[in-house]
């Protein structure tokens, strides 16, 4: 059960890390397979893009005002 913990840490420190940072297809892979079987990390991953997302529209509509 901790190993399962663990491997969420890993899994949402590399979908954040993605951010800046290109993952290597090694952890891509990883990343995509956990996310099949778990739902919280699935949930974090949707979150990050909902946030970048809403930064964008932010930013977007500070430069057009
Ligand atoms: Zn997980």
């Not at 979908?15 to 949930?43: I, N």
């Amino acid at each position: 059960m901790t190993d399962r913990a663990g491997k969420c840490h890993r899994i949402t420190a590399l979908a954040s890390a993605s951010r800046e940072r290109s993952l290597t297809p090694v952890e891509k892979a990883g990343v995509r397979f956990h996310l099949l079987m778990c739902g919280p990390c699935r949930a974090f991953v949707h979150n990050l893009k909902v946030i970048e997302q809403a930064a964008h529209q932010f930013n977007g509509q500070n430069n057009k005002s």
